[in-house]
C-alpha cells in the first residue's frame, strides 16, 4: 500500500524552529517529486514546497521562502521540511503528498497525501 | 497572485446533481484537478487532469472543462459525499495554486 506519515509537528514560540519528516511507504519516494502542503484551522489549502526527483529542483511559496527548507533522503525514503522564523501565520496542519506522475512535467497533482502533523506556533 | 474562485457552498438533496465551479484565467493552459476532504482527515484526489478519474473513485464523480471554468459534478449524491472539495491547478509560471473551497451540503 502506497503510504505517507508525517510526524514532527508540536508546539513551538513565534521565532523558533521546527524540523517536519515524512516516511513513505509501498514505493520508492526517489522515482518521484514530492510536495509540503498545509492547512491553516479552518482554512483552505496552501502549497508549501517542493523537490523534484532528479538534480534536486526546488521551489517554495513567497510565505515561506528564505525560512523553510526542503529536503530529501533517498536511503531513509523520507522528506523533510525544516522551518525556522516560524510565525503565528505559520500555524496549520502540514502534509505531504506525491506527484504520481513520472512521465510528465510538472506541475501535475498530489496523490497520495499523509494524514498531517499539526504545527502551533504561539507564545 | 493568481486565484482560483470557488463557491463557498453548495447545497443538494441526496440522489439530486452537485456542480462545483472553479474559475481561473490561466485553466484553458493548465489541467485542474479536485480533492475531496472529509472533517479531521487528509483530501484525496477525486479528479485529475480535468476529467480523469482515479481508480476507486466512484463514477458518480466527474470533471469538464470549458474556457475559463472547470466543473466537478456528482452525480446522485450520497450522504457520504458531504465534504468539502478544493479545486488545484497552476499559475503561468507553473506554481501550484488550490481553489478557495467549497463546501457541499447534502440536506
Known amino acids: 500500500e502506497v503510504q505517507l506519515v508525517e510526524s514532527g509537528g508540536g508546539l513551538v514560540k513565534p521565532g523558533g524552529s521546527l524540523r517536519l519528516s515524512c516516511v513513505a511507504s509501498g514505493f520508492t519516494s526517489s522515482n518521484y517529486n514530492m510536495h509540503w502542503v498545509r492547512q491553516a484551522p479552518g482554512k483552505g489549502l496552501e502549497w508549501v514546497s517542493s523537490i523534484s526527483r532528479s538534480i534536486p529542483y526546488i521551489s517554495y511559496a513567497d510565505s515561506v521562502k528564505g525560512r523553510f527548507t526542503i529536503s530529501r533522503d533517498n536511503a531513509k525514503n523520507s522528506l523533510y521540511l525544516q522551518m525556522n522564523s516560524l510565525r503565528a501565520d505559520d500555524t496549520a496542519v502540514y502534509y505531504c503528498a506525491r506527484d504520481p506522475v513520472t512521465d510528465y512535467p510538472s506541475p501535475n497533482w498530489f496523490d497520495p497525501w499523509g494524514q498531517g502533523t499539526l504545527v502551533t506556533v504561539s507564545s | 497572485s493568481y486565484e482560483l474562485t470557488q463557491p463557498p457552498s453548495v447545497s443538494v438533496s441526496p440522489g439530486q446533481t452537485a456542480r462545483i465551479t472553479c474559475s481561473g484565467d490561466a485553466l484553458p493552459k493548465q489541467y485542474a484537478h479536485w480533492y475531496q476532504q472529509k472533517p479531521g482527515q487528509a483530501p484525496i484526489l477525486v479528479i485529475y487532469k480535468d476529467t480523469e478519474r482515479p481508480s476507486g473513485i466512484p463514477e458518480r464523480f466527474s470533471g469538464s472543462s470549458s474556457g475559463t471554468t472547470v466543473t466537478l459534478t456528482i452525480s446522485g449524491v450520497q450522504a457520504d459525499d458531504e465534504a468539502d472539495y478544493f479545486c488545484?491547478?497552476?499559475?503561468?509560471?507553473?506554481?501550484?495554486?488550490f481553489g478557495t473551497g467549497t463546501k457541499v451540503t447534502v440536506l
Open positions: 488545484q491547478s497552476a499559475d503561468s509560471s507553473g506554481t501550484y495554486v
